[in-house]
């Protein structure tokens, strides 16, 4: 019964900040990887970041310097903090582990004035 559910995204200005959550449950969360991803309408699913067992963090180059991805493994819970969004943010947000083969719901994450 792994799973993984994401929340906090929204409607906000370009030029705001939002952080997604992504609760995990069902598997030794410390243990692995966490990385989120994004799709956006018409496009393919892109790789954002990800954060090591360790907590070592590799960003897209496209978000590089404007997110950050934590981890608090006492709350087996991973996070995405959005800065300076622009519109071409703009997607469902997804976070994913190889310990689990399917993915989630998401959480909508819209920039428009």
């Known amino acids: 019964q792994a799973q993984l559910v994401e929340s906090g995204g929204g409607l906000v200005q370009p030029g705001g900040s939002l952080r997604l959550s992504c609760a995990a449950s069902?598997?030794?969360?410390?243990?692995?990887?966490m990385n989120w991803y994004r799709q956006a309408p018409g496009k393919e699913r892109e790789w954002v970041a990800t954060?090591?067992?360790?907590?070592?963090?590799t960003y897209a180059d496209s978000v590089k310097g404007r997110f950050t991805i934590s981890r608090d493994n006492a709350k087996n819970t991973v996070y995405l903090q959005m800065n300076s969004l622009k519109p071409d943010d703009t997607a469902v947000y997804y976070c994913?582990?190889?310990?689990?083969?399917?993915w989630g719901q998401g959480t909508q994450v819209t920039v428009s004035s």
């Open positions: 994913k582990t190889l310990r689990i083969r399917s």
């Open positions: 954060i090591t067992a360790g907590g070592t963090t």
């Open positions: 069902g598997f030794t969360f410390s243990d692995y990887a």
